[in-house]
Antibody, heavy 121, light 108 residues
């Protein structure tokens, strides 16, 4: 059974940092592009970043470029999102998701349950 | 950047058909995926590559894509179909996934 479990969310002050993790099981993690998607309270879905199977390619939405870093550890079946210089507008539930069939532009076929990040003083 | 526009809400009676549109410039040149998100839950893929259904998704869910509009159709709507629905494409110009604005489906 495919499982994605996010952790690391919480309350952080503006300007602070947080590192999210996503532990996966049930599939060959190293064979898939992975993404982070977020959803602000009461709002729609927003794609944040994705990373190639070997970590050599990474893409980000403009609003997080230079502040967020996506990474992965294939040996530990884990995906990460390092978030620095956090702003109130980064408050959201953050989901990790798998791109189907290994393609960078393929649909996101499995999602975790999400972890809530709240940026507030 | 590429923009996908959906109606904020669609209301439908049980047993009837719901159609949710997703508008984008020449969207027919892109592959469109659709997600269902029930309250408090993670999104679930219901249609991919315009009209394919993942295993476990009822045949009542179908999709099409033509011109500037993609459409998700839910036939014989049930109470359990009440959810938010999002379309999504990959924008090759920006190397970004783009989500639509989302549509709340209410079953009357």
């Amino acid at each position: 059974e495919v499982q994605l479990v996010e952790s690391g969310g919480g309350l952080v002050q503006p300007g602070g940092s947080l590192r999210l993790s996503c532990a996966v099981s049930g599939f060959t993690f190293s064979s898939y592009w992975m993404s982070w998607v977020r959803q602000a309270p009461g709002k729609g879905l927003e794609w944040v970043a994705n990373i190639k199977q070997d970590g050599t390619e990474k893409y980000y939405v403009d609003s997080v470029k230079g502040r967020f870093t996506i990474s992965r550890d294939n040996a530990k079946n884990s995906l990460f999102l390092q978030m620095n210089s956090l702003r109130a507008e980064d408050t959201a539930v953050y989901y990790c998701a798998r791109a189907s069939s290994g393609g960078s532009r393929n649909p996101l076929d499995f999602w975790g349950q999400g972890t809530l990040v709240t940026v507030s003083s | 950047s590429y923009v996908l526009t959906q109606p904020p809400s669609v209301s439908v009676a049980p047993g009837k058909t719901a159609r949710i549109t997703c508008g984008g410039n020449n969207i027919e040149s892109k592959s469109v995926h659709w997600y269902q998100q029930r309250p408090g839950q993670a999104p679930v893929l219901v249609i991919y590559f315009d009209s394919d259904r993942p295993s476990g998704i009822p045949a009542r869910f179908s999709g099409s894509n033509s011109g500037n509009t993609a459409t998700l159709t839910i036939s014989r709507v049930e109470a359990g179909d009440e959810a938010d629905y999002y379309c999504q494409v990959w924008d090759s110009n920006s190397d970004h996934y783009v989500f639509g604005t989302g549509t709340k489906v209410t079953v009357l």
